[in-house]
């Protein structure tokens, strides 16, 4: 079983202000997590992906990632906000190769963090 | 990355009519692909998955005979919402995983979103 909370509905930062969206994980497998992105109206874009290699990840557009086994987190930063990067964000967990059975490669998606950037 | 077009990008039909919708991987064969609903400002649940020459699974409490899902080619499958209905007004999203680039992480590829209103 996997599940994932993103403990923010809403963020609100100025422009060039760090970000930080955060995501806490559970599963019963290693873990693939996953941080996309939702303009409205739009389809799902990867930002970043963790594989089990580095636990630092960086994705595009200034975004990156930190998986903390121990705390069970992923949280997204970016050091420097940008108004284009007002959306939705998801934060999704994946059984991954390693889990066989029904959970390899569903995605449990968390409910989702909608970043608003103020000018 | 890899791409997955969906099509219609969006549709206004009448109550009882049905609503087909396409999702295509333009530059990968997809033996699974993914249907999501999304209810406005909630995250994406999945509805079922969709195998290529062989019948769709689908998660519980969707209707199958609702939602009707063909996968006859490796890059093709489609969702027709049968006799449809107001309450089934929402935003369908297709993902499909790239098996030469998602295989061992689960990450998918999503298209654009389909939105689908019912008068």
């Known amino acids: 079983a996997q599940s994932v909370t993103q403990l923010d509905s809403h963020v609100s930062v100025s422009e060039g202000t760090p970000v930080l969206l955060r995501c806490n994980y559970s599963?019963?497998?290693?873990?693939?997590l996953f941080w996309y992105v939702q303009h409205p109206n739009k389809g799902l874009q990867l930002l970043l992906k963790?594989?089990?290699?580095?636990?630092l990840v960086k994705g595009i557009n200034g975004f990156e990632a930190e998986f903390k086994k121990s705390e069970t987190s992923f949280h997204l930063t970016k050091p420097s906000a940008h108004m284009s990067d007002a959306a939705e964000y998801f934060c999704?967990?994946?059984?991954?190769?390693?889990?066989?059975?029904?959970?390899?490669?569903?995605?449990?998606f968390g409910q989702g963090t909608i970043l608003t950037v103020h000018p | 990355g890899a791409v997955v077009s969906q099509h219609p990008s969006w549709v206004i039909c009448k109550s009882g009519t049905s609503v087909k919708i396409e999702c295509r991987s333009l530059?990968?064969?997809?033996?699974?692909m993914f249907w999501y609903r999304q209810f406005p400002k909630q995250s994406l649940m999945l509805m079922a998955t969709?195998?290529?020459?062989?019948?769709?699974?689908?998660e519980q409490g969707v209707e199958k005979d609702k939602f009707l899902i063909n996968h006859a080619s490796l890059t093709l499958s489609t969702l027709t919402v049968t006799s449809a209905h107001p309450e089934d007004s929402s935003f369908y999203i297709c993902?499909?995983?790239?098996?030469?680039?998602?295989?061992?992480?689960?990450?998918?590829?999503f298209g654009e979103g389909s939105r689908l209103t019912v008068l």
């Open positions: 969709s195998n290529e020459g062989s019948k769709a699974t689908y």
């Open positions: 993902s499909a995983r790239d098996y030469r680039r998602g295989r061992n992480t689960g990450e998918l590829f």
């Open positions: 963790y594989t089990s290699a580095a636990t």
């Open positions: 999704v967990v994946s059984g991954g190769a390693n889990a066989g059975g029904t959970s390899y490669g569903k995605l449990t």
């Open positions: 599963s019963s497998y290693s873990p693939s």
């Open positions: 530059d990968f064969q997809a033996t699974t």
